[in-house]
């Protein structure tokens, strides 16, 4: 099969006209570790063709490990012989930034014999401020053909199509021409020249931009719009995917109440009753959150608004070794650690994106929240203070959320002043694109990959953790009794550890099973304390708590623990598929248990002095 | 007279002399791939609060640079905010 390789700087609308070329029908596939995406596609117009989508870069000249990825890839390809032809996309309106690529690419091409046919994109843009390009010019300066095109209304595309069915022969004045020796440094004083003879003049296609920047940066407008746009992006995730998350185990638990009567086998009917389907529901369970966060995310950055975010959350979370981006990453994980970890793809620094990966679960996520209700409600006074202007629980609530986000900054501080591996960070030089409406088509397909992306990758390991934890809960007295299961027997054995907290094997026993997930502690915990569906009605187990003469400082130092433990197996496998670094999760579940553990220990026992 | 690009208010315009010798090296490679050449002319289009990054436009292009970034770049002031 003959492949086409297309390739452009970031912003140039190459997407747009990728999805125009191939119909949407690609797949797309990730190099580990890193945020980058190559999608292939069939050619619509050719049957036979493939059209591989390279990630944007602003040059072959990589500064990043993730860049460098990328760069190795496209260099890689051009040795195969399957490939026949690479199109370059160029942004019409914004050529000095495109061309330096451009002749990099033209260049490689050339040592591979390999032709480029430029795309000069958006002129459309162009057209409607009735600017023009001189295509025959350009194409004749840069020794390459070079055909106009716009992604948005599929113009030229036709004639992209005509080009790749010619004959493809390189032109005469690149072979053997001082071009193919040509440094990084002419190449880029070379563009520079270009870029002042075919630019566009005058600020005709950014007075819009420029418009709409007044109000988006104003330091009042803007801060309005920055505080409206992200409530409604932490709305999408924590309101409106709560509908369809809750179809997701009305649906598992009809096909269970369907499936589990024609199981006849007991042990077989709990499997498929608490692993099978609680361990799948376990996981698909977030694929509306990944959905609905990745669309809002994409209408952000399609926008060009991310960027403006971005921009305004810079300063301080710099003084804390983060970027801009990390701020929407940091939002989500408010929400679920899962889906703001892929959000953290969006930060082209790989150090910020470890930094922000090391601050996105120590956010207070909505599975702390049974925990919290149950153990505020069993430890502190539902009475209120100052005249009833504060109300204890409710103060205790607000203290250990903003403890979580405190101990991630924090974190995040002492890691980015220690480790100091510049090697992998990027300046903060950010491209300001041009206000654009979304397009839906595309967008609701990077959701659907990124959804399956979750499900196939970490849906395997979330399953084979639940399995194993079923196991253990369930045999040798085929789920009988919690307290004398191997789980139980662990929680026993485990006890002198949680001493220090004041907490017995029971509390024990609930910690080890929310590794699963957080709130699996409040289950647990009823069943020990025989309360069926404690998640669902807490007052018993409240109660029970409460009769069980448990110190205040253990509920303190429970709260304390499970804000900062990384007990989700759903976030670890997600952590380890986008990182590339299984170590990178393991290091950061046994740091942040160890933090954990020390802080909870040190809390019990300094309010053992006062009580 | 030679000032650093951060130093530019809104409004400014400045020609870029150079870099100065303490920039990462991969710091200038992106400036230079992004338009900021040795006599180019740079607007500063906003200046905002806090020390927020600064938002400055290259030809056609704006880009918004940090402190730790504009601070390194050299320039002269071609047309004050008046």
């Given at each position: 099969m003959s492949k086409v390789l297309l390739i452009g700087s970031p912003n140039s609308g190459k997407s747009l006209l990728f999805n125009r070329l191939t119909g949407l029908h690609h797949k797309v596939a990730n190099f580990p570790g890193i945020t980058v995406d190559v999608s292939t596609g069939q050619l619509q117009q050719l049957p036979g063709m493939e059209l591989i989508d390279f990630p944007g870069t602003y040059s072959l000249q990589a500064i990043s490990a993730d860049e460098r990825v990328a760069v190795d890839y496209f260099e890689r390809s051009l040795d195969d012989p399957e490939v026949s032809h690479v199109l370059c996309v160029v942004d019409a309106t914004r050529l000095e930034k495109s061309l330096y690529f451009t002749l990099q690419v033209i260049r490689e091409s050339a040592r591979h014999g390999k032709p480029v046919t430029v795309l000069a994109n958006m002129m459309d843009v162009l057209e409607s401020h009735k600017l023009t390009l001189d295509i025959a010019q350009l194409a004749d300066a840069l020794q390459a053909p070079v055909i106009g095109v716009s992604g948005r209304s599929g113009k030229g595309l036709p004639e992209v199509v005509g080009a790749l069915k010619g004959e493809r022969v390189l032109p005469e004045s690149w072979v053997g021409t001082d071009s193919l020796e040509a440094t990084d440094e002419q190449l880029r004083i070379t563009a520079h020249k270009l870029a002042q003879r075919f630019g566009t003049r005058g600020d005709v296609l950014i007075r819009n931009q420029t418009r709409l920047d007044g109000i988006f940066l104003h330091s009042m407008l803007g801060g309005f719009a920055f505080f409206f746009i992200m409530y409604l992006l932490f709305q999408s995730i924590f309101t409106w995917a709560a509908p369809l998350m809750d179809a997701v185990e009305m649906s598992l638990g009809v096909l269970a109440n369907w499936v589990l009567p024609l199981i006849g086998n007991q042990t077989a009917k709990d499997f498929t009753a608490d692993a099978l389907f609680g361990g799948i529901g376990a996981f698909l369970v977030f694929v509306p959150q990944i959905f609905i966060l990745t669309f809002v995310i994409g209408l952000l950055e399609d926008s060009g608004y991310m960027a403006r975010a971005a921009l305004i959350c810079h300063k301080p979370l710099r003084f804390f070794g983060l970027t801009g981006k990390s701020f929407i990453p940091m939002l989500s994980g408010v929400a679920c650690a899962i889906p703001a970890i892929y959000a953290a793809r969006a930060i082209d620094s790989p150090r910020k994106r470890i930094l922000t990966y090391m601050a996105i679960p120590l956010m207070p996520c909505s599975a702390r929240l049974p925990v919290y209700t149950l153990l505020i409600a069993a430890f502190i006074p539902a009475t209120t203070g100052l005249g009833g202007l504060v109300g204890w629980q409710g103060l205790a609530m607000f203290a250990i959320y903003f403890f979580g986000m405190f101990c991630g900054l924090l974190v995040t501080a002492l890691v980015s002043r220690t480790s100091k591996d510049q090697h992998n960070d990027l300046p903060f030089v950010l491209e300001l694109p041009p206000y654009r409406l979304p397009s839906l088509k595309p967008l609701l397909r990077t959701c659907w990959n990124r959804s399956k992306h979750f499900v196939t990758k970490a849906g395997k390991i979330i399953f084979a953790v639940t399995v194993g934890v079923w196991v253990l809960g369930y045999f040798p007295n085929y789920g009988a009794d919690l307290g004398t299961s191997w789980l139980g027997y662990l929680g026993h054995l485990i006890e002198p550890l949680f001493a220090p907290l004041g907490l017995d094997w029971r509390y024990g026993v609930a910690i080890l099973s929310s590794f699963l997930a957080r709130e699996v502690f409040v289950g647990t915990l009823g069943t020990i304390f025989g309360i069926e569906s404690a998640e669902e009605h807490m007052e018993p187990l409240v109660q029970q708590i409460q009769n069980s003469d448990m110190a205040l400082g253990s509920g303190i130092a429970l709260l304390v623990f499970f804000a900062i433990a990384l007990q989700c197996v759903s976030t670890l496998a997600i952590l380890s598929k986008e990182s590339g670094s299984t170590s990178l999760a393991v290091k950061m579940f046994v740091g942040y248990f160890l933090f954990a553990y020390a802080a909870a220990v040190a809390v019990y026992q300094f309010t053992g002095l006062f009580t | 007279?030679?000032?650093?690009?951060?130093?530019?208010?809104?409004?400014?315009?400045?020609?870029?002399?150079?870099?100065?010798?303490?920039?990462?090296?991969?710091?200038?490679?992106?400036?230079?791939?992004?338009?900021?050449?040795?006599?180019?002319?740079?607007?500063?289009?906003?200046?905002?609060?806090?020390?927020?990054?600064?938002?400055?436009?290259v030809s056609n292009t704006v880009f918004s640079l940090d402190d730790e970034v504009a601070s390194h770049v050299l320039v002269r002031i071609t047309n004050a905010h008046e």
């Open positions: - | 007279m030679s000032i650093n690009l951060w130093s530019l208010k809104s409004g400014d315009r400045c020609e870029i002399l150079g870099y100065d010798a303490t920039l990462d090296e991969k710091y200038r490679i992106r400036l230079l791939e992004f338009g900021f050449h040795p006599g180019e002319s740079v607007s500063c289009l906003q200046s905002l609060a806090f020390g927020a990054p600064k938002v400055y436009r």
